[in-house]
């Protein structure tokens, strides 16, 4: 049994962490600020907020390992400073994000980073930024013992950013009578780690003292074939209706995420190896994932039970997919 703690603790992927690390009988501390929900239950809790100096006073004693989420630098550099001399081991959550360029499909962990931002701050523009300059502190302070896990795409169930929850719940409940789904017609790949897989190696990578820098996510697979999982898992047997991405630019629908958008969807060539890098490394290290048919099932089932209410972060509207399946049909029409 190990000692952990959990920086964070109550959110999705944190949460899971300390979850994961629970049924594999390890002791586990949480310390978070207790507003993005109640610690998993046999967790140690230590509330405080990380932003103040003394956040880390009441964490005392030994850690075999300390796994951080954080995304804003001073978090993690007053982290380490507080905790790293009495830490075993000390993982990371970093992100693909962190590299320069993303139009190389099989790019492993030596390509070019950002150049690193120190200030804390929300947003996906400094993002990646900010996570080259979390990883930056942690390998600097402790360079032999740090695992940092570049994830890549993290879905399945409680993933609230659309991104894999989105096509299944459309294809289950597409927007139109006939059943009808609207799709983008690109050939991108998708690249996509179950959070639940995700923290099962961070948790078991941790207590065996893995370090390193590696990129952690699942197989490459055409965004086509991600699609097709997403019908076959909901029953959908309507009309896919496959639209050009310059089609979709020029009627206003952005890629990615956000208002009006579709999820999965980036330009290319610029993003050809957003979704597609080299992953042997964290696999080497014991990174099994589930397959994609087995999330998008389950990432459905969740999005059912939380209903029609929750606020969307990127998809279409019914209403704007209606309109957009109509004007398809007109411009496209043989």
């Avoid at 380490?80 to 075993?88: K, Q």
């Avoid at 929300?122 to 302070?141: I, M, N, P, S």
Wanted: aromatic share 6%; hydrophobic share 40%; charged share 20%.
């Amino acid at each position: 049994m190990a000692r952990f703690l959990v920086l964070g603790g109550t959110a999705w992927l944190g949460r899971e962490v300390a979850e994961q690390a629970l049924r594999a009988g390890h002791d586990v501390t949480v310390l978070a600020r207790g507003e993005s929900g109640p610690p998993p239950a046999g967790a140690h809790v230590v509330t405080a907020d990380r932003s103040h100096p003394e956040a880390y006073d009441q964490a005392g004693g030994e850690w075999d390992v300390v796994v951080d989420v954080a995304r804003q630098p001073t978090h993690v550099r007053g982290a380490v400073a507080a905790l790293g001399p009495r830490t075993g081991t000390w993982v990371l959550v970093s992100s693909c994000s962190v590299y320069a360029g993303h139009d190389q499909p099989g790019a492993d962990e030596s390509a070019p980073l950002l150049e690193p931002c120190e200030v804390d701050e929300d947003g996906f523009e400094t993002y990646g930024a900010r996570k080259v300059a979390c990883e930056q502190h942690v390998l600097a302070a402790l360079p032999d013992r740090a695992l940092v896990a570049r994830a890549g795409l993290i879905g399945g169930p409680g993933d609230v950013s659309d991104r894999t929850g989105y096509w299944p719940l459309r294809f289950a409940h597409p927007a139109t009578t006939d059943g009808s789904v609207l799709v983008p017609d690109i050939p991108l790949t998708t690249q996509l780690v179950d959070a639940r897989d995700l923290a099962a190696w961070l948790v078991g990578a941790g207590a065996q003292g893995a370090t390193g820098v590696v990129n952690a996510s699942g197989p490459t697979l055409p965004l086509a074939e991600h699609l097709a999982t997403a019908r076959r898992v909901a029953g959908h047997d309507g009309d896919v209706v496959a639209v050009p991405p310059q089609w979709l630019e020029d009627h206003g629908v952005a890629p990615w995420s956000g208002e009006r958008s579709l999820p999965l969807w980036l330009p290319l060539p610029e993003y050809a190896g957003f979704m597609a890098r080299d992953t042997s490394a964290a696999e080497a290290l014991g990174l099994l994932t589930r397959p994609l048919e087995d999330t998008l099932r389950d990432v459905l089932e969740w999005e059912l039970r939380q209903g029609p209410g929750r606020p969307r972060r990127a998809g279409l509207s019914p209403g704007d997919e209606r309109e957009l399946l109509a004007t398809a049909r007109h411009d496209l029409a043989p």
